[in-house]
Each structure stands twice: as structure tokens, then as C-alpha cells.
């Protein structure tokens, strides 16, 4: 199998780190320029065996390539390494720190996030993952100004791996992003996502999943059709198959955030579970009270502890506070106990 984790079977996969934290962003509207962005075609392929597929679309006089390597295109549990990166850069523009696109980090810390096994086993599909990451290329042409500019570029830019000689585990990982990328994080293009998403075991979950969370935002609901879905989702199968397993997942409901439902004129229903707070939402807290949270919670993400309470008090009526900084101290507190 190629993916990073499993993708067979049923139901959620088990929380297997309950006490990790961090931001989590999604970088579905990264992709250079608004009108590429608009477009959201799958660069990732659903696919659990090696896909060499190229992949092309085209729409409104934009064209755009995906071509694999001799390792094939990378998949959405390759998307993970990512969304951890851009997750840690978020978390560093938030709290006032440089950044730069090379970005370096514990190979453990990225398999405890993103809801991995730390077997070696594990060690090594990283490893895969890496290697499928930086082979895919991208190919774009962007009109601007009645100018033709085609352009490539990679999903990562370059990768290395430290390993401990005895023993011969991974310790630290550098990955060098896309300046594209790169540009799209400086500018906060970003969107939360569900820690449940990293417990999702197929990929087509965690499409409808991104899909849904794009496209309902703010709003309550969305209506698409089956069809639409299918073009979007990049799935390989056929519709009457799409369609099948789109009834499977309404059946499981377990999608985090989002419900699904069938209706009439082959169209999907997605509403919103609870409250999904958008960035800028919810109460907001003095630079002191996140130093004193760091003070309190040593090496926890505190914008993602944020994140997590600002959660709860939209699920729990979204009540008015008398001050904001004295709640948000006194859950980090229960929670702590």
C-alpha cells in the first residue's frame, strides 16, 4: 500500500494520541492565484496503490497538469506532511516568530499529530511519502494581463532525513516547501480543520470532508450535485460507484463537523453538525493570557488550545462573556486537571 496509514475498513480510526495539539490548516485555497484556487481540482490522488496517472483540467482558458513520478502521484494521507507544516508555520506567524520556508521538525511529533503508529513501519511509509511529495509536478498556465505564463512546480521543493546511526530511526525531517505554498501561508489562506480528520480511514472521506468544509464556511449548508462532487472529488470511479459509496458514508455518519443526506435530482445535502468558527471568530483573548497559558501548558500549541475552547463555547450557546481572558484561563485549567 502506498498511503501512510490504512485505508481499509470501516468507522473512525482510534485517537491514538488524545493529548496532542496543534493548529491544523487546510491548504486547498493555496494553490497560485483565485482563479486556480476557484477551481478546486483534486492535485491529490484518492488511490491506495501506486497511481501513475497524469491528471489533467481545464476550465475558463486555464489548463492544469498533475504528473506523477516513477513513485506515483501523491495521495491525500501524503497531504498530512502538509498540513503539519503549514500548521507549524501558522503557529509561529501567530505567536510573533520568523519563518521561512524551510521548515524542521521531529519525525515523531508528525506521526503523533497526525494520528500515526510510531513503528518503524510507520518511519519508513514516511519516508515513501516524501519521496511522492517531492516527484509530483504541477503545470499551470496563469493569464495575466493578456500575458501566457506557464509554469511548474512541486508539491515540496526538497526533502532530508537525519537518522541516529545506531538503531537507524528517522530523528529529525527538513522539508523545503514551494515558494507557492510558502506565499499562500504568509498570507493566512488557511482554514481549521477537525483533529477526526486524521482518524478518517479512506480518502474519499477526507475529500468530502475538505470539500465540505470549504464550501459551507460561514454558511449552514450546501447543495451539490453528485455529479459535481464526483468531477471535484478526483475519485477514479465510476458515478454509479461514487454515488454508492457517497450512500455508504451518509449511512456511517461519521464525517466530523459535516452530515450528509441524498435528495431528490441526484443531489447532496451537507450541513453543518455545530458550530464551525472561521479564523477571526469567536472570543477574543489578551497576548498576556496566552503568555500565561504557555506559562501553564509548557510546549502545548496555546492557538490551538485556543482554538479548542473558542469550540466549545460556540457548541455550548455561544454565551456572552464578562471576560473572555478569565474563561478561557479557567477551562485551560479544568482541563488540565
Request: with cysteine.
Amino acid at each position: 500500500m502506498s498511503g501512510m496509514v490504512a485505508a481499509s475498513g470501516g468507522g473512525l480510526l482510534p485517537d491514538r494520541h488524545p493529548t496532542a495539539d496543534f493548529f491544523l490548516c487546510d491548504f486547498l485555497d493555496a494553490l497560485p492565484k483565485d482563479d486556480m484556487a476557484s477551481m478546486e481540482h483534486p492535485v491529490f490522488s484518492l488511490a491506495t496503490r501506486p497511481d501513475l496517472r497524469i491528471l489533467r483540467y481545464a476550465h475558463n482558458g486555464v489548463e492544469l497538469t498533475v504528473t506523477p513520478s516513477v513513485k506515483g502521484l501523491a495521495t491525500l494521507f501524503d497531504k498530512d506532511i502538509l498540513i503539519y507544516c503549514i500548521s507549524q508555520l501558522m503557529a509561529a506567524l501567530n505567536a510573533g516568530r520568523p519563518v521561512s520556508r524551510h521548515v524542521s521538525l521531529r519525525a515523531h511529533d508528525l506521526l503523533v499529530a497526525t494520528n500515526r503508529e510510531t513503528s518503524g513501519d510507520s518511519y519508513r511509509r514516511l519516508r515513501e511519502a516524501f519521496e511522492r511529495l517531492a516527484g509530483t509536478r504541477i503545470t499551470t498556465n496563469l493569464i495575466t494581463d493578456g500575458i501566457e505564463a506557464t509554469t511548474g512546480f512541486g508539491l515540496i521543493e526538497s526533502w532530508q532525513i537525519l537518522r541516529r546511526t545506531r538503531g537507524g530511526r528517522m530523528v529529525q525531517v527538513t522539508v523545503t516547501l514551494s515558494e507557492w505554498l510558502y506565499r499562500a501561508v504568509l498570507s493566512k489562506s488557511v482554514l481549521t480543520l477537525s483533529r477526526d480528520y486524521f482518524r478518517l480511514r479512506k480518502p474519499l472521506e477526507r475529500r468530502i470532508y475538505e470539500l465540505a468544509r470549504k464550501h459551507c464556511g460561514r454558511q449552514p449548508e450546501w447543495r451539490v450535485s453528485v455529479a459535481t462532487l464526483h468531477l471535484k472529488s478526483g475519485s477514479a470511479s465510476p458515478l454509479r460507484v461514487f454515488r454508492q459509496m457517497l450512500r455508504e458514508m451518509i449511512a456511517t455518519d461519521h464525517l466530523p463537523d459535516y452530515a450528509l443526506a441524498e435528495e431528490p435530482g441526484d443531489m447532496l445535502h451537507v450541513t453543518r453538525r455545530g458550530a464551525v468558527l472561521e479564523p477571526g471568530e469567536g472570543p477574543a483573548l489578551k497576548p498576556a493570557t496566552l503568555e500565561r497559558a504557555r506559562a501553564r501548558m509548557p510546549g502545548a500549541d496555546v492557538h490551538a488550545l485556543v482554538a479548542e475552547w473558542q469550540a466549545v463555547w460556540a457548541r455550548t450557546g455561544r454565551q456572552r462573556l464578562r471576560s473572555a481572558d478569565a474563561a478561557f484561563l479557567g477551562w485551560l485549567a479544568r482541563r488540565a486537571m
